[in-house]
């Protein structure tokens, strides 16, 4: 992420942790760029590279993300063949996710991506805490 800035006007160097989370997302956004797949995408792969045979519904309701938008984002998973979607047995009206194979590839490759940034992360934290 390169080196922080201290604040102009005030000469501050802490960083708020709303500022924090917003540099991560950045960072995380910038290192999946080049495998195509977005912050969201990743979350729901994750999820569901830990919860097979998830409920669409639940998986949106524990990112915290609205129903339609995560019918949108499995769309493109589903779509990229990252993600077999099927009807609930239970509820036909239900629908639950699993990884493809090539899914469960791009999730290593994501998982990857996340130790590197926590580490990053562990440093600026560090580097926040200390200055």
Not at 20 to 46: D, N, S, Y
Not at 57 to 70: G, N
């Amino acid at each position: 992420m390169g080196k922080y800035a201290v604040c102009v006007m005030s000469g501050d160097r802490h960083v708020t942790f709303l500022e924090l989370v917003l540099l991560l997302h950045g960072e995380f956004r910038k290192r999946l760029e080049p495998i195509c797949v977005t912050p969201l995408q990743a979350g729901v792969l994750l999820y569901v590279h830990r919860c097979a045979d998830v409920r669409l519904a639940e998986a949106a309701s524990h990112l915290r993300v609205r129903p339609p938008t995560m019918a949108d984002v499995v769309q493109d998973l589903v779509r990229k063949r990252w993600v077999i979607k099927r009807r609930s047995e239970e509820d036909r009206r239900g629908v639950r996710l699993r990884l493809s194979r090539r899914g469960k590839a791009i999730t290593r490759s994501i998982q990857h991506h996340v130790r590197q940034i926590e580490a990053h992360a562990e440093t600026m934290r560090e580097t926040f805490v200390t200055v």
